[in-house]
């Protein structure tokens, strides 16, 4: 039926729209008119509300874009999340201090805000500041922006690995290290630098001499030598040496006439404690939810690991063996974590049930306490400046023994210290005073380092010790860092898995306690998905490594890995049989791999031979150091094929080694320079230059502990 033709403007549509609205319980004859028009006019008005709908919207957008003040731009990759100060840069005649660290376990940073609390008290008219590298700037340009500003700054740099930076400071140190152009811009700056390493590792405290030479180079001033800290010995030693060298220089910088003549009073560093809330226990159920809370984010790293659950667990040994090798899958799928061949998995594990036990006796307190720890006093204002790390969230004393605390390595000085204050017999006091003192230097480094005695020992030994929670968490137990292992496969062939290789640490301590590796222990212990819904599981993230394969597959390669140095090249031997599945074509490959007795501790033999039979590795060696009768290891079978190696270099081929860097690296170093000298009639100079450049170039990679 056709309609009326009366005509109906937009207005009159929209005012019964509204009138219908506004008042539909008081409908009379002339509203129905209105209501008339609305029905039969129904295709009009659903276009007309639909274009002012749009309409709203640009309106809108348009105010918010102004409001934002800046032009639209292309998407960018995300940055990372940098907190910055809103704080105002005021001139106001004092002398600012930067100090920065780079660090991987806290001991860094805890030597640069310990320096900065010293120095506050020392000079009370300059300004210092605590800065991690990875905060300081957003890019290369801001980091260039910021350091030319800076006139008085300070390094704690550690170094780990195959001579590498830390997690924080590694966009720092690439674009410093890369930066060699730039001529002497740093005019302005004086500066020192302090290295936390280890001197059994052959690149001891790379990232600070770098770091020294570089600014050196580009017109910083020097006023204190480089430290060369090293935790192989006692490295909080290490660091009040360099301390008091630095002490002298900065009295000429920051102390005026004034102060000149002002004796101060010597400094006694506070001992470190959190404020400490106990709970009503009713929470506690809740708080075995907080390690999977990290889920809900979208980038996975040290500070926020992803729960993953235990696929599988299987024994790599055989049972002849006297020793222990686990093969674990975490499931990934769902959880956003993503990974690529030659990365690192980080693992957060828990402490042994007895070890927990013994600590709880130890400290005399109820597991069951519920309590939270907090960096601030009641109104707000931070306690012991800023040198206290970030809480963990509110628990039982169980939860965060087992979960924050270790207390199975050998404890700092500073907690002994911490431990004498609250010692309630004198002579045990006074005991764990002269430990941490320079006079008892020599004992605290037989007694405690060189035996290897745990805190829970010490804490065994001081019994009247008896440290509040507050102190335990902050001053005398560290926080438990996560263990980190090659990964074994590739998400080339297990995209949702991630493999790990643990050999299990058992041993014998110098006291005669037997020490227990927290994770390869749990991993041994683990119970997988495939034998039961309530399986076991851990928070990780991923650490990105530069352990990668050649970009061009056609490139030979030689891989060197006894143990569990297998697997980072298990994961490459799955990447090479996916790219020759895919018609690749690989260059060649050899494989050193190195165990005990093929009848005890080959572990993926069928594995290895597999990959031998499809192509994905062209030639397996393997050295078995307990079956003839001298002992064979990978560097002799490397002699063996001496000019197959120089080939593979010569061809501009790739090495990559993987395991314990003390031993089998080091002899594994030797041997490729003795290859190099005898297979080119190099002297030895300039062999050791061809190994350098090999390193240099990307050629010579090594993935080491």
Known sequence: MQSSSVKVSPFDLMSAIIKGSMDQSNVSSESGGAAAMVLENREFIMILTTS??????????????????????????????????????????????????????????????????????????????????????????????????????????????????????????????????????????????????????????????????????????????????????????????????????????????????????????????????????????????????????????????????????????????????????????????????????????????????????????SPDVYFSIHTEREDGTPLSGSSLSPPFPPCTLRTALTRYADVLSSPKKSALVALATHASDPSEADRLKYLASPSGKDEYAQWVVASQRSLLEIMAEFPSAKPPLGVFFAAVAPRLQPRYYSISSSPKMVPSRIHVTCALVCDKMPTGRIHKGICSTWMKYAVPLEESQDCSWAPIFVRQSNFKLPADASVPIIMIGPGTGLAPFRGFLQERFALKEAGAELGSSILFFGCRNRKMDYIYEDELNGFVESGALSELIVAFSREGPTKEYVQHKMMEKASDIWNVISQGGYIYVCGDAKGMARDVHRTLHTILQEQGSLDSSKAESMVKNLQMTGRYLRDVW
């Open 52 to 365: 002012i709908a749009v309409l709203i919207g640009c309106v809108v957008v348009l105010i918010w874009r102004r409001s934002g003040q800046k032009p639209p731009k292309t998407p960018e990759p995300p940055k990372p999340l940098i907190v910055k100060d809103l704080e105002v840069e005021v001139d106001d005649g004092k002398q600012k201090v930067t100090i920065f660290f780079g660090t991987q376990t806290g001991t860094a940073e805890g030597f640069a805000k310990a320096l900065a609390e010293e120095a506050k008290a020392r000079y009370e008219k300059a300004i210092f500041k605590v800065v991690d590298l990875d905060d300081y700037a957003g890019d290369d340009d801001e980091y260039e922006e910021k350091l030319k500003k800076e006139t008085l700054a300070f390094f704690f740099l550690a170094t780990y690995g195959d001579g590498e930076p830390t997690d924080n400071a590694a966009r720092f140190y690439k674009w410093f290290a890369e930066g060699k152009e730039r001529g002497e811009w740093l005019q302005n700056l004086k500066y020192g630098v302090f290295g936390l390493g280890n001197r059994q590792y052959e690149h001891f405290n790379k990232v600070a001499k770098v770091v020294d030479d570089i600014i050196t180079e580009q017109g910083g001033k020097r006023i204190v030598p480089v430290g060369l800290g090293d935790d192989d010995q006692c490295i909080e030693d290490d660091f009040a040496a360099w301390r008091e060298l630095l002490w002298p220089e900065l009295d000429q910088l920051l102390r005026d006439e004034d102060d000149a003549t002002t004796v101060s009073t010597p400094y006694t560093a506070a001992v470190l404690e959190y404020r400490v809330v106990f709970h009503d226990p009713e929470g506690a159920s809740l708080q075995d939810k907080s390690w999977g809370s990290a889920n809900g984010h979208t980038v996975h790293d040290a500070q926020h690991p992803c729960r993953a659950n235990v696929a599988v667990r299987k024994e790599l040994h055989t049972p002849a063996s006297d020793r222990s090798c686990t093969h674990l899958e975490f499931d990934i799928s769902g959880t956003g974590l993503t990974y690529e061949t030659g990365d690192h998995v980080g693992v957060y594990c828990e402490n042994l049930p007895e070890t927990v036990e013994e600590a709880e006796r130890l400290l005399g307190f």
